[in-house]
């Protein structure tokens, strides 16, 4: 695993250690390194492995594609539940900066599980501190991706509201 790719893991287990728990974020059970064995002999580099609770229905784009968007009973309780998961994030003074619908899960009661801390930075005060890293996805990014600095909840604030409309029209507002 290259230096990067380690930097993204260490990442993702610190935030799931740093009290990141709601019923509407993926739980981290457990995280490591283990040595990949050939006949008993170590081959190649170590391998990493992050195990986190099951969200056995999936990716929650891959839902929303298959419905062609999402109801407004339905949509109103997908998005709050990704609401109170954000609220809880910011709360702890972290934002995510990697927000879709791609890295939200559904459990097996259609719960939303938002994953994938790799890119999530840590901010002082009440609104954060100014950023500089252009990160995430395209699609989801706020026009304060032009190469000046951001701050991270209202960029994920933004991904969120890409989200909302993706939700119920099953498609990206900008293309």
Do not use: W
């Amino acid at each position: 695993m290259d230096e990067e790719s380690q930097k993204t893991f260490r990442k993702e287990v610190e935030l799931g250690q740093a009290g990141l728990i709601h019923p509407n974020i993926l739980q981290l059970l457990g995280a490591g390194r283990a040595d990949i064995l050939n006949n008993g002999v170590k081959k190649g580099n170590p391998a990493f492995y992050i195990v986190s609770e099951l969200a056995s229905n999936g990716e929650a784009y891959d839902y929303v594609e298959a419905a062609e968007g999402l109801e407004d009973r339905y949509a109103r309780q997908l998005f709050s539940q990704l609401v109170s998961a954000i609220d809880v994030i910011h709360s702890k003074g972290v934002a995510h900066r990697d927000l879709k619908l791609e890295n939200c899960f559904l459990s097996s009661e259609v719960q939303v599980k938002v994953a994938d801390f790799g890119l999530s930075k840590a901010f002082d005060g009440p609104s954060g501190e100014a950023l500089k890293t252009q990160c995430g996805t395209p699609n989801y990014m706020g026009p304060e991706f032009n190469g000046t600095t951001y701050e991270g909840p209202p960029a994920d604030i933004y991904a969120m509201g890409v989200m909302l409309f993706l939700i119920t029209q099953a498609q990206f507002p900008f293309s």
